[in-house]
Every structure is written in structure tokens, then in C-alpha cells.
């Protein structure tokens, strides 16, 4: 559904000292089993990624996952590529392995952050800490990948953690990677594994306090809504070395320099948190002590900004919680960047924005599978200055009323 949304509904905010409200946790963080070492039968698990399944024409198959992996089995003992299919309630498995990556492994070195495009068709991985990562495709979303390719300057050999953000054309994908404290992305052409035009900053860490490493990215992703956006990188978590690897969010992907969207810390303790994969507000990170045990499972709710042209025109809001079969209601305020977080009793996390003046457009259903609510807009002109809301979610079954972070929509 579309809705039309007048200028003077989005009034600009002053710029503050105060940055605004981070996604909110919905229950401590835990580790879970459901992507462990058990139900992949390797020893351990050092990063996920979870796609939506899709059959040989590339249909979407609703509430079945893809499933790359970074693992360590008894032999051989360092780090290998795994893939398989995740399907809720299968049995006798819920998690069946194939043998899609298999031939991608060099059974010599290390191999790392094995992570596949949105449609299938390409995969990415690091192969070491003196070569360079490489991409792979196929012909169709089901069956081995093939024709691995070395990807191209300006991509530094050794480990990158790479991932693969939005597709660009066809056989080119954004191609997302780590030097030191920033994150960058480029195009990469999937068959020859050249780069295309110049990297674009995603996260600068030294533009922050502390600066430090980031490292661990995956774009959240927007699955609902117009068919033609389904697959898009909307917003990003990540890692960031403050104290060990501490999770991290920033509600856009767009170049760190010229938008000034802040990282927000979604959560830190004295362990190791990194390489992680999302559905809908329900995230995954791999968590080690000393060694990867069952990855943590940290449930937000969380909201994406968002760019639009100074004339006006489509805009899309995506608002994401943990998916759940039970009724969830998601709305998105807009308004002025509040003075500081305001506590409502009550209430899950704090207002960020300004209360006087607030705009609730229409709640929407959470989708049960997707964990997400998407608004396609219709805006009028819009002034050239960034424009704050922020995510409410209520949840029917526990009558919970939870705040997320406050994003931006950013006229271009």
C-alpha cells in the first residue's frame, strides 16, 4: 500500500549534540542452538549467513532459509565453507547440509566468511591471509557453485570478511569488505571478478569514539513489500572492537562521509561477537571464549533511514522486530530529534525524538515470517536537511510497547 505524505508533515530537525536513540533489545541476549555446532554436525561455528530459500526458477520459498557457514569439523581442524538449508519445524532435521561450496575449499589454509548474494547466484568468501577473497556463481539458485574468481584491486588480499550487499546488474554485485577500522564497498563483475568504478566508504571508525577495528558486516535486508525491492540492503550491523567485538548498528549504508548517521551499540560484553547474519530483528552472531560455541542471538527492534530526492517522490520506510506467529504492530514517528532519550514509563527503550510535534503514519502488521513492516511513500518537495523518526513496535501477546533507534530520511 502507498501513502502520501505532505511536506509539511516532515519537518526538519536542528542540528543537536545529542545523536539519537539506539535499537533496543527486546530480551537479554542469548546463545541459541537452533544455528549451532550440533545442528550443522561440524565443531564449530565461527559466522553465519541466512538467505531466503528459493527454487530453481528463483521463486522465493516463504519461511525456508539458505545457509552459509564458517566452520571447524574434526578433520580437517581449522576453518572450512559450509552451506545447507534451514527449514522451521522439518524433521527429522530442521538443518539439512549440502555440498554447494564444498568444491570452493582449500583443505590446506584457513577459509573464511563464506556469504551469498540475495538472488543465489553468487557467493563470496576469504581464502587466507596472503591471498585474495574470491567469488563464485551459478546458473541457477540450486546446485554447486563454480568458476571461482580472484577479486581485483583496490580489494586488499588476506582476510576481508566478505559479503556481498546489493546487486547492481546483472552478474554485478556490491562487494563489501574491512581494512583496519573501515568498512568499504565496490562492484564487482561475478564472472571475472574485476572491480568496477571506485570503493565507497560504508563505516569510518576513526570519525568515532573510540576508533576502532570494525569489522563483521551483513546488510539487513528487506524482504516484503514491492516485489522489485525485495532483497535491498536497508541497514547494517557489524563489529567494532571497543573493549572485545562488540555488536553494532547503523540504520544505513550509504557513504559514512557525507552522511552523518551514527553507529549505535546494540551490545557488549567481555566475548568475542562477530559475523553475523539477521531475519527480520533477530540476529545471529558466532560467540567465542576461548573457542565458538552456539552462536548469540540478539533480538532487536530497529529501523532503517533513508534517502528521497529534494523534489520529492518514492520513498520506502523499513522498520524491523523479531519475526513471531503472534501479533506485532509496527509504527513509524517522525518528528525533531529530541534534547536526550526520553523514558516513558512503561515503555521499552526512550523517545528520541521531540514529543511536541510528533507524526504517527498507519500501524502495520509485523510480518510473522520476515520480522519487518515497510512503508512505500509518496512525498511532495522536501527541504534539504535531514529528517528524524523512529520505530515503535507493540507486541499483542506480551502488551510490550518497545522504541528502536532513531534513523534518518536524508533529502538528496
Not at 107 to 122: E, G, H, I, P
Not at 292 to 297: A, I, R, T
Request: hydrophobic share 45%; with cysteine; aromatic share 8%.
Amino acid at each position: 500500500m502507498r501513502y502520501v505524505v505532505s511536506a509539511l508533515a516532515l519537518s526538519a530537525t536542528l542540528a543537536a549534540q545529542y545523536q539519537g536513540e539506539p535499537p533496543v533489545l527486546v530480551n537479554a541476549p542469548v546463545q541459541t542452538p537452533t544455528f549451532g555446532a550440533a545442528a550443522l554436525g561440524v565443531n564449530e561455528v565461527a559466522q553465519i549467513g541466512l538467505m531466503p530459500l528459493r527454487d530453481a526458477a528463483g521463486n522465493v520459498l516463504p519461511n525456508q532459509w539458505y545457509i552459509t557457514a564458517t566452520v571447524k569439523t574434526a578433520s580437517p581442524t581449522f576453518f572450512q565453507l559450509w552451506s545447507g538449508t534451514y527449514v522451521p519445524g522439518r524433521t527429522p532435521s530442521e538443518i539439512v547440509a549440502n555440498n554447494d561450496v564444498a568444491s570452493l575449499n582449500n583443505t590446506t589454509v584457513d577459509m573464511f566468511a563464506c556469504n551469498v548474494s540475495s538472488d543465489l547466484l553468487a557467493v563470496v568468501c576469504d581464502t587466507g591471509g596472503a591471498t585474495a577473497p574470491v567469488i563464485a556463481t551459478r546458473a541457477t539458485p540450486v546446485g554447486p557453485f563454480s568458476n571461482p574468481q580472484a577479486i581485483g584491486t583496490p580489494v586488499p588480499v588476506g582476510y576481508r570478511d566478505s559479503n556481498l550487499f546489493d546487486q547492481v546488474a546483472a552478474n554485478q554485485y556490491e562487494y563489501a569488505y574491512v581494512v583496519g577500522r573501515q568498512l568499504f564497498k565496490v562492484v564487482v563483475d561475478a564472472t571475472t571478478g574485476a572491480t568496477i568504478g571506485t570503493p565507497t566508504t560504508v563505516v569510518d571508525a576513526n570519525l568515532v569514539t573510540p576508533a576502532a577495528d570494525v569489522h563483521s558486516h551483513w546488510g539487513m535486508r528487506q524482504w516484503t513489500g514491492i516485489p522489485t525491492e525485495w532483497g535491498t540492503c536497508r541497514a547494517l550491523i557489524h563489529s567494532k572492537n571497543d573493549s572485545s567485538a562488540d555488536s553494532y548498528f547503523r540504520s544505513s549504508l550509504a557513504d559514512n562521509t557525507s552522511l552523518p548517521i551514527p553507529l549505535f551499540r546494540i551490545f557488549d560484553d567481555a566475548n568475542w561477537k562477530a559475523n553475523p547474519a539477521s531475519i527480520g530483528g533477530s540476529t545471529f552472531w558466532a560467540y567465542a571464549t576461548a573457542t565458538y560455541g552456539d552462536p548469540m542471538q540478539q533480538d532487536i527492534v530497529a529501523m532503517a533511514s533513508a534517502t528521497v530526492p529534494a523534489t520529492g517522490g518514492a520513498l520506502t520506510l523499513v522498520g524491523f522486530a523479531p519475526p513471531k506467529p503472534t501479533p506485532q504492530i509496527g509504527i513509524v514517528m517522525l518528528g525533531a530529534l529530541g534534547a536526550a532519550g526520553l523514558p516513558i514509563p512503561g515503555v521499552t527503550g526512550n523517545l528520541g525524538l521531540n514529543p511536541a510535534g510528533l507524526v504517527f503514519l498507519p500501524g502495520l502488521a509485523v510480518d510473522p515470517t520476515y520480522g519487518e513492516v515497510v512503508y512505500n511513500l509518496v512525498t511532495g518537495q522536501l527541504p534539504r536537511q535531514k529528517i528524524d523518526m523512529q520505530f515503535l513496535v507493540f507486541d499483542g501477546a506480551t502488551s510490550r510497547i518497545l522504541l528502536g533507534n532513531t534513523a534518518q530520511v536524508n533529502p538528496l
